[in-house]
Antibody
Framework: EVQLVESGGGLVQSGRSLRLSCAASGFTFDDYAMHWVRQAPGKGLEWVSGITWNSDSIAYAESLKGRFTISRNNAKNSLYLQVNSLRAEDTAVYYC??????????????WGQGTAVTVSS | DIQMTQSPSSLSASVGDRVTITCRASQGISNYLAWYQQKPGRVPKLLIYAAFALQSGVPSRFSGSGSGTDFTLTISSLQPEDVASYYC?????????FGGGTKMEIK
């Protein structure tokens, strides 16, 4: 069974950093690009960042550039998101998602259950 | 960035109705468009990719069309289990972007 399990969320103070992780199983992780997508309470989906299978291509939402860093470890079947200088507006559920493509950033055909991040002032 | 504009933002229809959601891109994206369904309290689910290709397991009452800047998602006969929010997403060029969503309700 294809599965994505996020971890690392929680309550964090404004200005602090957080590292989210996503453990993948049930598919050949290093064949596919991966993404982070977030959803603020009661709001729509916002794409955060994506990374191709070999990390050759990485992209971020324009509004988030500079504070967010995506990475992956294919040997550990894991995806990561480092978030620095957290702000109240970063409060959201963060989803890890698998792309149906490998060498380009396309779309998401498998989603994790999400990890909630709450930023307090 | 390519902006994706969905309409309507909410929609109420009766069981059995044919319903259409529209998504417009701020510039041409060929057919690099996906549609997702998110039921209340659930994780998003891929419905359609490449503008009209139905993801495996998705009921055939869902269909997608369009190319360039204008796209539609159609449900041919609305069912109670279709109550959800629907999002379009472009993948013509990074950064990837979602539409604002359409909330579907049953009358």
């Amino acid at each position: 069974e294809v599965q994505l399990v996020e971890s690392g969320g929680g309550l964090v103070q404004s200005g602090r950093s957080l590292r989210l992780s996503c453990a993948a199983s049930g598919f050949t992780f290093d064949d596919y690009a991966m993404h982070w997508v977030r959803q603020a309470p009661g709001k729509g989906l916002e794409w955060v960042s994506g990374i191709t299978w070999n990390s050759d291509s990485i992209a971020y939402a324009e509004s988030l550039k500079g504070r967010f860093t995506i990475s992956r470890n294919n040997a550990k079947n894991s995806l990561y998101l480092q978030v620095n200088s957290l702000r109240a507006e970063d409060t959201a559920v963060y989803y890890c998602a698998k792309d149906w493509a490998g060498s380009q950033l396309a779309g998401m055909d498998v989603w994790g259950q999400g990890t909630a991040v709450t930023v307090s002032s | 960035d390519i902006q994706m504009t969905q309409s309507p933002s909410s929609l109420s229809a009766s069981v059995g109705d044919r319903v259409t959601i529209t998504c417009r891109a701020s510039q041409g994206i060929s057919n690099y468009l996906a549609w997702y369904q998110q039921k209340p309290g659930r994780v998003p689910k891929l419905l359609i990719y490449a503008a009209f290709a139905l993801q495996s397991g998705v009921p055939s009452r869902f269909s997608g069309s369009g190319s360039g800047t204008d796209f539609t998602l159609t449900i041919s006969s609305l069912q109670p289990e279709d109550v959800a929010s629907y999002y379009c997403q472009q993948y013509n060029s990074p950064p990837l972007t979602f539409g604002g969503g359409t909330k579907m309700e049953i009358k």
